[in-house]
């Protein structure tokens, strides 16, 4: 089996059924008493998958929100390693349990997997950016291009607001002012062309995912999305991805 993801067992999808249902419930409470969250765009979510859920990715409570909005079973693909959350809350992802990606690798096999949950008409939740190193929008790294194509599902994009602000406001005894913005569905996508190419066509359709999620944010967060060529040239820095020279795990991978 590679070293960076398995399937995840039929039975274990089961016993993990009640426990994200109550996780989900959870969810609302926790963010109905911690903030003043608005929601927008519940009635563009498809009646049932495969769907693939991107949205920007600058906080590390970005998965909770997910799984506050989404109205059905979802499954994460998502980083094997958690650096920007803090150690006291990383059984929460593995309570849910995802598909984990050692960032580095390539994770090949990890997105192979991601595309058979789609094939299954599942819903997939996916951060394009492949981490939270920054509160602007970067562009995408190729997996979810590759998944979208592989699995020609379709993709919800889904504007995060306002959640890095959730606990330096809380701390004031105060409750955070929130928005998630949910986008029209796009895709599905294909490529037609072989090596440099279809990359290339997966760069492209990276974008364009980029575009529909840039579209639900407010300027200043649109990075290098922006139409603002000073936010664009602010935003310069950021693209650099933190994994491109080193890899951030090698150990035996399973579902988290």
Same mark, same amino acid.
């Given at each position: 089996?590679?070293?960076?993801?398995?399937?995840?067992?039929?039975?274990?999808?089961?016993?993990?059924?009640?426990?994200?249902?109550?996780?989900?419930?959870?969810?609302?409470?926790? /963010?109905?008493?911690?903030?003043?969250?608005?929601? @927008?765009?519940? @009635?563009? /979510?498809?009646?049932?998958?495969?769907?693939?859920?991107?949205?920007?990715?600058?906080?590390?409570?970005?998965?909770?929100?997910?799984?506050?909005?989404?109205?059905?079973?979802?499954?994460?693909?998502?980083?094997?390693?958690?650096?920007?959350?803090?150690?006291?809350?990383?059984?929460?992802?593995?309570?849910?349990?995802?598909?984990?990606?050692?960032?580095?690798?390539?994770?090949? /096999?990890?997105?192979?997997?991601?595309?058979?949950?789609?094939?299954?008409?599942?819903?997939?939740?996916?951060?394009?950016?492949?981490?939270?190193?920054?509160?602007?929008?970067?562009?995408?790294?190729?997996?979810?291009?590759?998944?979208?194509?592989?699995?020609?599902?379709?993709?919800?994009?889904?504007?995060?607001?306002?959640?890095?602000?959730?606990?330096?406001?809380?701390?004031?005894?105060?409750?955070?002012?929130?928005?998630?913005?949910?986008?029209?569905?796009?895709?599905? /996508?294909?490529?037609?062309?072989?090596?440099?190419?279809?990359?290339?066509?997966?760069?492209?359709?990276?974008?364009?995912?980029?575009?529909?999620?840039?579209?639900?944010?407010?300027?200043?967060?649109?990075?290098?999305?922006?139409?603002?060529?000073?936010?664009?040239?602010?935003?310069?820095?950021?693209?650099?991805?933190?994994?491109?020279?080193?890899?951030?795990? @090698?150990?035996?991978?399973?579902?988290?």
């Amino acid at each position: 089996m590679s070293n960076f993801a398995k399937s995840i067992p039929q039975d274990e999808l089961a016993k993990r059924k009640p426990l994200r249902k109550f996780m989900q419930w959870l969810s609302k409470i926790a /963010f109905g008493a911690i903030t003043k969250l608005e929601i @927008e765009g519940m @009635e563009n /979510f498809p009646k049932h998958g495969p769907l693939i859920m991107v949205g920007n990715h600058f906080s590390f409570i970005d998965p909770a929100a997910f799984v506050r909005i989404a109205p059905f079973p979802i499954e994460f693909l998502g980083g094997a390693v958690t650096p920007h959350a803090p150690k006291i809350l990383e059984f929460i992802p593995k309570l849910w349990g995802y598909l984990p990606v050692y960032r580095g690798t390539g994770s090949r /096999f990890a997105l192979k997997e991601a595309a058979k949950v789609l094939k299954e008409g599942k819903v997939l939740a996916i951060f394009p950016e492949g981490g939270a190193w920054a509160e602007v929008l970067r562009p995408a790294r190729p997996g979810t291009a590759y998944v979208a194509v592989k699995s020609q599902a379709q993709i919800i994009p889904i504007g995060l607001v306002g959640l890095n602000d959730v606990f330096p406001t809380l701390a004031k005894f105060k409750r955070a002012k929130i928005k998630f913005v949910i986008g029209k569905p796009i895709g599905p /996508f294909e490529t037609t062309g072989k090596g440099r190419e279809r990359r290339e066509q997966l760069d492209e359709i990276g974008h364009e995912i980029m575009r529909s999620i840039a579209a639900l944010l407010p300027e200043e967060k649109k990075g290098f999305y922006s139409d603002d060529p000073e936010i664009r040239e602010a935003a310069k820095g950021t693209e650099i991805y933190p994994w491109d020279t080193q890899v951030e795990g @090698e150990v035996e991978g399973d579902i988290h």
